[in-house]
């Protein structure tokens, strides 16, 4: 027997990552640009165990058959690796709401993937894990660095470029995620099938993987010269952008629920008085709002009182994916 625990992080995507150009192989159709969150966790030990003539898979606590066959497909690729057959007990627990839009996924697979490593031997390095994560979620590549952190589009037909890099490490550009979290109820169209339907139907598609490459050099640049109001731009466009390539596809996937809506339009009214803060939304109703951590204050009480909020959370940038 042999087991590991690994811990990883959800991150967040400033410039999005949405449609794949090969699904098989969970190649995203466009590169993105992410943030690592700090107190947000996923805490996975995965324990191989020979007497085990299958895969099994607890998450926080209950047996859970609906991911399992992700799970054991994204071992198989490490067990491969190492030459082995042997099954494994996994058991993952997330601290925030599961499958509601924060990337559960994202730091679900980067733990997985971590702590098979460890337990198997293999001592991969943090590229190669971040490959063998993208297959499993392909936001899940981006989360086995810390701070801030980009997907490379790759060219590769295998895959074997396709892997994220960290730009900037946290503590060089701090900043404060406060979400707002409007419905803790699992999403009804996941990003698997909404990116794959985006791709087949909306009339929006190509533009928006043709405009991808200005985007990430704009949101790079903005990173690199510590640029807030810039990088506060083009996050809200690629995320408003996104939302609208969802929002045109047969059937339209509406992510954005009331509260997100008027979470969006005071976040902006914060932003005109002077703050420093900006929005992004992912395949769910919850409104991330990124600021500078001395604007914390006025952002939480400016999104508490919402109605339909049903709860804060709030955590800064942090590492990437290890062994605990
Ligand atoms: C809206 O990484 O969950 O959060 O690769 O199919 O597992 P799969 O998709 P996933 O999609 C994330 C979509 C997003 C934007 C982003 O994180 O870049």
């Not at 399992?68 to 497909?73: D, N």
């Not at 999403?187 to 990430?216: F, I």
Request: hydrophobic share 40%; with cysteine; glycine share 8%.
């Amino acid at each position: 027997m042999s087991s590991a625990t690994a811990i990883a992080h959800p991150n967040i995507a400033l410039v999005k990552y949405w449609g794949k150009r090969d699904a098989a192989l969970n190649l995203p159709a466009v590169g993105s640009i992410s943030i690592t969150l700090d107190t947000l966790a996923t805490t996975t030990s995965v324990q191989f165990d020979s007497d085990l003539d299958r895969d099994t898979l607890s998450l926080d606590g209950q047996s859970s058959e609906t991911s399992l066959g992700r799970v054991s497909a994204c071992l198989d690729l490490l067990r491969a690796r190492a030459g082995v057959d042997t099954r494994a007990a996994v058991s993952t627990s997330n601290n925030f709401p599961t499958g509601a839009g924060l990337a559960s996924s994202a730091s679900g697979f980067a733990a997985l993937v971590t702590a098979a490593d460890a337990a198997l031997s293999l001592d991969l390095p943090p590229q190669t894990r971040s490959i063998l994560a993208r297959q499993g979620s392909g936001s899940a590549a981006r989360s086995i660095f810390g701070g801030y952190v980009e997907m490379h589009l790759g060219k590769a037909s295998d895959g074997s470029d396709c892997f994220a890099e960290p730009l900037l490490d946290a503590p060089d550009w701090p900043m404060t995620v406060t979400v707002a979290v409007v419905s803790k109820t699992s999403k009804k169209v996941g990003s698997t099938e909404g990116m794959e339907l985006t791709r087949h139907t909306s009339p929006y598609y190509d533009a928006w993987v043709a405009g991808q490459s200005a985007d990430l050099d704009e949101a790079r640049s903005a990173i690199e010269a510590r640029d807030f109001d810039k990088l506060a731009e083009i996050s809200e466009h690629s995320c408003l952008k996104m939302h609208a390539l969802a929002a045109a596809a047969r059937p339209g996937l509406v992510y954005l629920q009331g509260p997100t809506l008027e979470a969006m339009h005071r976040v902006r009214a914060l932003r005109a008085s002077g703050c420093g803060v900006f929005f992004t939304i992912d395949a769910g109703p919850q409104l991330k709002a990124i600021s500078l951590p001395e604007h914390r204050g006025q952002v939480t009480s400016a999104l508490a009182d919402i109605d339909g909020v049903v709860e804060i959370l709030q955590s800064g940038l942090g590492e990437g994916a290890r062994v605990v």
